[in-house]
Protein backbone atom coordinates (compact mmCIF):
# COMPACT_ATOMS: atom_id res chain seq x y z
CA UNK A 1 0.00 0.00 0.00
CA UNK A 2 1.29 3.74 -0.87
CA UNK A 3 0.35 5.40 2.60
CA UNK A 4 1.24 8.75 4.29
CA UNK A 5 0.37 9.22 8.14
CA UNK A 6 0.11 12.78 10.02
CA UNK A 7 0.99 13.33 13.21
CA UNK A 8 1.72 16.05 15.94
CA UNK A 9 -0.72 18.67 15.40
CA UNK A 10 -2.21 20.27 18.39
CA UNK A 11 -3.35 23.34 19.71
CA UNK A 12 -0.34 25.82 20.95
CA UNK A 13 -0.12 29.57 22.07
CA UNK A 14 1.01 31.59 19.39
CA UNK A 15 4.42 31.80 19.82
CA UNK A 16 5.04 28.11 20.77
CA UNK A 17 6.31 25.22 18.47
CA UNK A 18 5.02 22.05 16.93
CA UNK A 19 6.69 19.63 15.21
CA UNK A 20 4.74 17.14 12.70
CA UNK A 21 5.94 13.95 11.00
CA UNK A 22 4.19 12.36 8.20
CA UNK A 23 5.29 8.67 8.15
CA UNK A 24 5.77 7.05 4.70
CA UNK A 25 5.03 3.50 3.35
CA UNK A 26 5.11 1.38 0.45
CA UNK A 27 7.25 4.50 -2.06
CA UNK A 28 10.27 3.76 -4.11
CA UNK A 29 11.97 6.49 -2.09
CA UNK A 30 14.94 7.79 -4.29
CA UNK A 31 11.98 9.01 -6.72
CA UNK A 32 9.45 10.32 -4.40
CA UNK A 33 9.42 14.58 -3.14
CA UNK A 34 7.60 14.72 -0.48
CA UNK A 35 5.75 18.11 0.57
CA UNK A 36 3.64 20.05 3.25
CA UNK A 37 0.11 21.62 2.50
CA UNK A 38 -2.24 23.23 4.61
CA UNK A 39 -5.80 24.40 4.16
CA UNK A 40 -6.84 27.29 7.07
CA UNK A 41 -11.26 27.21 7.08
CA UNK A 42 -12.73 29.02 4.73
CA UNK A 43 -9.63 29.46 2.77
CA UNK A 44 -7.36 27.70 -0.58
CA UNK A 45 -4.83 24.91 0.16
CA UNK A 46 -1.65 26.37 -0.03
CA UNK A 47 2.30 24.98 0.30
CA UNK A 48 3.79 25.08 3.16
CA UNK A 49 7.40 23.85 2.39
CA UNK A 50 8.97 20.31 0.15
CA UNK A 51 11.63 18.29 0.15
CA UNK A 52 13.22 16.63 -2.76
CA UNK A 53 15.17 13.39 -2.24
CA UNK A 54 18.40 14.52 -1.84
CA UNK A 55 17.26 17.37 0.58
CA UNK A 56 17.00 20.49 -1.34
CA UNK A 57 13.75 22.51 0.06
CA UNK A 58 11.54 25.27 -0.18
CA UNK A 59 9.54 27.22 1.85
CA UNK A 60 6.32 29.02 1.42
CA UNK A 61 7.54 33.33 2.45
CA UNK A 62 4.52 33.27 5.12
CA UNK A 63 6.78 30.54 6.90
CA UNK A 64 10.62 31.17 5.86
CA UNK A 65 12.80 31.62 9.19
CA UNK A 66 10.41 29.97 11.13
CA UNK A 67 9.94 26.37 9.59
CA UNK A 68 12.38 23.75 9.21
CA UNK A 69 11.43 20.26 6.80
CA UNK A 70 13.58 17.39 6.93
CA UNK A 71 13.94 13.83 5.66
CA UNK A 72 14.56 10.93 7.07
CA UNK A 73 15.92 8.15 4.55
CA UNK A 74 15.97 5.53 7.37
CA UNK A 75 12.99 5.91 8.79
CA UNK A 76 10.88 7.41 5.41
CA UNK A 77 9.83 9.90 7.68
CA UNK A 78 9.70 13.76 6.93
CA UNK A 79 9.26 16.52 9.73
CA UNK A 80 7.89 19.79 9.91
CA UNK A 81 9.50 21.84 12.88
CA UNK A 82 7.54 24.81 13.42
CA UNK A 83 8.95 27.70 15.93
CA UNK A 84 7.04 30.94 16.58
CA UNK A 85 3.53 29.98 15.08
CA UNK A 86 0.94 32.42 15.00
CA UNK A 87 -2.64 32.62 14.31
CA UNK A 88 -2.77 32.37 10.84
CA UNK A 89 -0.54 29.10 10.92
CA UNK A 90 -4.18 27.40 12.23
CA UNK A 91 -5.50 24.97 9.98
CA UNK A 92 -5.23 21.47 8.62
CA UNK A 93 -1.60 20.22 7.57
CA UNK A 94 -1.31 17.12 4.45
CA UNK A 95 1.93 16.02 3.60
CA UNK A 96 1.43 14.94 0.40
CA UNK A 97 4.12 12.74 -2.45
CA UNK A 98 4.45 12.58 -5.85
CA UNK A 99 7.22 10.44 -8.21
CA UNK A 100 10.14 12.57 -9.22
CA UNK A 101 12.73 11.55 -12.34
CA UNK A 102 16.15 13.23 -13.38
CA UNK A 103 17.19 16.73 -12.19
CA UNK A 104 13.49 17.11 -11.07
CA UNK A 105 14.87 15.37 -8.18
CA UNK A 106 17.54 17.69 -6.57
CA UNK A 107 14.55 20.19 -6.09
CA UNK A 108 10.51 20.80 -5.43
CA UNK A 109 7.82 22.78 -6.20
CA UNK A 110 4.21 22.64 -5.41
CA UNK A 111 2.35 21.35 -8.12
CA UNK A 112 1.30 18.33 -8.84
CA UNK A 113 1.09 16.23 -5.75
CA UNK A 114 -0.42 12.49 -6.28
CA UNK A 115 -1.26 10.77 -3.17
CA UNK A 116 -1.90 12.57 0.62
CA UNK A 117 -2.51 11.98 4.12
CA UNK A 118 -5.67 12.38 6.15
CA UNK A 119 -4.65 15.58 7.66
CA UNK A 120 -3.40 16.72 11.15
CA UNK A 121 -5.27 19.66 12.77
CA UNK A 122 -2.97 22.62 13.95
CA UNK A 123 -4.45 25.67 16.34
CA UNK A 124 -2.66 28.59 17.04
CA UNK A 125 -5.04 30.85 20.08
CA UNK A 126 -4.61 32.74 22.91
Known amino acids: QLLLVESGGGLVQPGGSLRLSCATS????????IAWFRQAPGKEREGVSC???????KAADSVKGRFTISRNNAKNTVYLQMFDLKSEDTGVYYC????????????????????WGQGTQVTVSS
Open 96 to 115: AAKAVYGSSRYSCRFEQYDY
Open 51 to 57: IGVFGGT
Open 26 to 33: GFSWGNVA
